[in-house]
Each structure stands twice: as C-alpha cells, then as structure tokens.
C-alpha cells in the first residue's frame, strides 16, 4: 500500500560527489521497459558506473546498443536470456537494479501485481543469488512491500543474505514529497530538506492543506496511472528517483561518508514489520544505520498505525508465498 511505503519519508540534500574512485559494474534487470530504459540512460551518465550491464526477456541488445554510443566512460551491453544472458549480466555486479515485472493498468492496486511480479522478482533474485551473491540489490518492482521480503527468503535460501545490501526502492515518495511540497511553498524543489511522516512535513502545512499535501504524496502513483490512461504506471520519474537511490548508494561504496536516503529495508523499529521505509545511513558495505523516526505527532502517529498493520500483512504475504513457491 502507499502510505507504508512512505512512512518514514525523509529528503536530504544530495550532492554529486566529484570525487570518482571506484570501478562499479551495475546491472539493470527489465532494462527495456518504460523505467528500465530511462534509468539505463541515466546510470550511463553516471560517473561511478564503470560497466552497464542490461538484462530484459526482450529488447535489452537494442537498448544496450543505443546507450553505448554515449560519450562517458562506462561500457554497456544487453542481454537476453539466451546465451546465459543473465548470468553474463551479473557476474561481478556490484549493485543489481530491479525494474522488471508488470506495471498498473487504472483501477488496479499495486497488490495486484502481486501473482505476476513475485515470480519474475523470485526468479531474478535466485539467478542474482547465485551469480553476484554480494551485490547490493534494489527492488523497484511493485508492489514493493512483498516483492523485497521474497528477495531476503530467496538470498537466506542461498544462505547468502546480507540485509544492509537489500533496498526498496522507494525514493519517488520523496521526489514526490520534495516536488508537491516545494510547488506549495513556491520554493525549489532541490532547496526542500524534509523529513515527512506519514505525509506530514513540519513545514507549516496544517488541516486540510495538510491532508491533501499527505494524500496527493500516497496517491501519486494513480494520478500517473489514471493520466497514462492504460500505458503504465510512472516511468521517467521513477527512473530519476531510481538513479537518485542508486547513485546515493555508490557515493556511499566509494567512501563518502554522511550519504543518508529513504529506503524499505530491515529494519527493528516495529517488530511486526521486519521491512520498513525511513531514513537510512549508508556506507560501503550498504546500510550502516537505520535511523529512528524522531518525535512524531498525533497526526502521523495515527498514520503510522493504519501503515504498520497494513506493511506487516504485506511483508507476510510475500514471505508465506515464497515458502510456498520455491519453483
Ligand atoms: N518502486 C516504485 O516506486 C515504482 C515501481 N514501479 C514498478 O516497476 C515495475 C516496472 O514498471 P515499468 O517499467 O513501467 O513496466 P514495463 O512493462 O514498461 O517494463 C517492465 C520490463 O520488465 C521486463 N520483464 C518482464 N519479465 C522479466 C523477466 N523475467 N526478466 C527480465 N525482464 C523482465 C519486460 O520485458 C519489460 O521490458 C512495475 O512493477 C511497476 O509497478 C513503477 C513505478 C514506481
Ligand atoms: O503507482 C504505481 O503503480 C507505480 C508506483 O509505485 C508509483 O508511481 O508510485
């Protein structure tokens, strides 16, 4: 559901780090679809990236043909499965980008994805888990909340789990928040440093400004998926906030220290959700810190509850599935 995944939303300024120190293979699973192929532009742009590696059940050679006549230093190249395509794709990947399953068509909710993208992910993950078992993996393929717990069972399994260097993708909550909040505020986006819970900003919103700022940042999604009229779900934005998270977490893996994004990991703020999104710290090896909500309001606190009773369903319903669905 929406609201878990942005209930612990925060949005610190992020600075392009200049310094670019290390050699960074990164794989894009889904790499041919509508987030796919933007992202894949983006993290060509991106200096840490050493070697794209791009992976789609169709059209990924042609995309990787497309972006590998871009004039910054990283190669690229597509597969497909043929030809031990994902294997190639992820040896020696150090970060995994998970974009692939099926996106929302209007009146469906992410859950509904459920049936079809838990075993693409399931799949992906095993073949992730097998070939770059120490990469850090992030799941953008909805509905989040489920496909990330698959993930962990699937990488326990393997017995080669590492929970610092397993991320939801939930950045677009903030790029929303900071966007919707700054249009508000008629101020800069990019000057907008917030911690939102549960919608709530702190910034001098209240009533029912206040609630539609919350709902406008929960229900983003469908506002995409309703003007898209059939096509999809958000792509091009949500291939920004993925590059945004990932490029977050390179910065981190080439030694910058204070590097803190918004992401569903796991977590042990609330024992009835193993996975939760809030503020996290990141270094080399992935999460360093889960950070504590802080001091939150009646307001949010209420939102908080309706969110954790949700979550924790939606973590169980990944977790039963896979124990279930190994094949
Ligand atoms: N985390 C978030 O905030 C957001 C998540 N999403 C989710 O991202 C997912 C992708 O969305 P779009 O790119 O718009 O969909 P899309 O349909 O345009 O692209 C998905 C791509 O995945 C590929 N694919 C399917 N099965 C595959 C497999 N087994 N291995 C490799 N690739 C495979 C398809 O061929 C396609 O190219 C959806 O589940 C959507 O709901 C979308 C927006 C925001
Ligand atoms: O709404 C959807 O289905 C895609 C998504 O997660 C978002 O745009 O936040």
């Not at 590998?68 to 910054?72: A, G, Q, S, V």
């Not at 042990?268 to 959700?273: F, N, T």
């Given at each position: 559901m929406m609201f878990s995944r942005l209930a612990v939303a925060s949005i610190t300024k992020r600075q392009f780090s200049h310094t670019v120190s290390n050699a960074t293979k990164i794989a894009v699973l889904g790499a041919a679809g509508g987030i796919g192929q933007p992202l894949s532009l983006l993290l060509k742009l991106n200096p840490f990236v050493s070697d794209l590696a791009l992976y789609d059940i169709h059209g990924a050679p042609g995309v990787g043909a497309d972006l590998?006549?871009?004039?910054?230093k990283s190669t690229v190249k597509g597969y497909l499965s043929e030809y031990d395509g994902l294997q190639k794709t992820l040896d020696g990947a150090e970060v995994v980008v998970i974009p692939a399953g099926v996106p929302r068509k209007p009146g469906?909710?992410?859950?509904?994805l459920f049936k079809t993208n838990a075993s693409i992910v399931r799949d992906l993950a095993k073949a992730a888990a097998q070939h770059c078992p120490t990469a850090h993996i992030l799941v953008i393929s909805n509905p989040v909340n489920s496909t990330v717990p698959i993930v962990a069972e699937v990488f326990k399994k393997f017995k080669v789990?590492?929970?610092?260097?397993l991320f939801g993708v939930t950045t677009l909550d903030l790029v929303r928040a900071r966007r919707f909040v700054s249009e508000l505020r008629e101020s800069d986006p990019a000057s907008e440093e917030l911690i939102v819970i549960g919608g709530h900003s702190g910034h001098n919103f209240e009533g029912q400004e206040l609630d539609n700022l919350c709902k406008r940042v929960q229900f983003g999604g469908d506002e995409v998926v309703r003007a898209k009229g059939g096509a999809g779900s958000a792509t091009l934005s949500m291939a920004h906030a993925a590059a945004q998270m990932t490029n977050s977490l390179l910065e981190a893996m080439s030694g910058k220290s204070g590097v803190v994004q918004c992401s569903f990991v796991q977590s042990?703020?609330?024992?009835?959700?193993a996975f939760f999104s809030s503020q996290v710290e990141l270094g080399q090896d992935g999460v360093e810190k889960v950070r504590d909500i802080g001091k939150i309001n009646e307001y949010e606190e209420n939102m908080l509850k309706v969110c954790r009773a949700e979550l924790a369903k939606n973590i169980e319903k990944g977790k039963t599935w896979i124990a279930a669905n190994w094949e």
């Open positions: 590998c006549h871009i004039d910054t469906m909710t992410r859950d509904d789990y590492d929970p610092k260097k042990d703020l609330y024992p009835e959700c």
